[in-house]
């Protein structure tokens, strides 16, 4: 398994595609906007005009968009990977997205003798560019085994979460973490600030306890230093707890703080706000950062 298409050339994307080549792999790449990737077609990466170009001949396909109408165009759309890719090929969707869209498309993919997993990721742009990311992957366990030096030259915590869509649902789990931590971390550095203390000596005092997290680790210096640039944009995360959302809904599940961060953030994106990074939360706390 050596020649990988790849679609979805962005902040987390450039990265894994550079850990792949490193690792010795031929990279295709596909984006919309070519001009965005002429870095990384110099360093090696093979451009392709279409997504049907990038879906022939290769031995797997990985995808990481930004929204399931992203993940559905590229894969079903009129000159999609579904129609184009050989039979036998590995395709492998890294975006987050609808857990439900990601049985159909496996589904439709043995349909045409196409091996099928959603493989959500975590660890942001850090854990991109580190090759630590986290994996979290459903579909067929075969499928899962013959992928995995693949995925572990991006990640190193590679987590086989059972059938088709469970790798998505997994991802839900994580987000829904993600957004009680963050606030909670946005809400007591607030706190310190505002009762006159060194916010950055707070972070260094708890951040080895029982209040220390990733999300502190990620963000505290960004939030000092009033870095709001992305590493994880505010859309993308709102896109991904209106999914984890949208499911607890239909079990009938009641999930407070992810409505609540995800009422804030909404608030954030009707401000203009939603390309700045998840860390401009704390802009919804001290007004004058």
Known sequence: MKRIGFIGVGIMGKSMVRNLMKS???????????????????????????????????????TIVGYPKDVEEVYLGKGGIIDNADKGTYIVDMTTTDPKLAVKINDLALNKGLKSLDAPVTGGDMGAKAGTLTILVGGDKEDFNACLPVFEAMGKNINYMGQAGNGQHTKMANQIA????LAADCEAMSYAKNVGLDVS?????????????????????????????????????????????????????????????????????????????????????????
């Open 24 to 62: 010795g792999y031929e990279v295709y790449i596909y984006t919309r906007t070519k001009s965005k990737v002429e870095d990384i077609i110099a360093e090696g990466a093979i451009w392709c005009e279409t997504v049907a170009d990038i879906a022939k001949n290769k031995d797997i396909i990985i």
């Open 178 to 181: 993600i957004a009680g931590t």
């Open 201 to 289: 000596e707070v972070v260094k005092a708890i951040g080895t306890g029982a209040a220390g997290s990733n999300q502190l680790n990620a963000n505290a210096d960004k939030i000092i230093e009033g870095n709001m640039l992305p590493g994880f944009f505010i859309k993308h995360f709102i896109k991904d707890m209106k999914l984890a959302k949208k499911e607890a809904d239909i079990r009938g599940l009641e999930l407070p703080v992810l409505s609540k961060v995800l009422s804030m953030y909404e608030d954030m994106e009707k401000d203009g706000k939603s390309d700045l990074g998840t860390q401009a939360l704390i802009l919804k706390y001290d007004k004058k950062q």
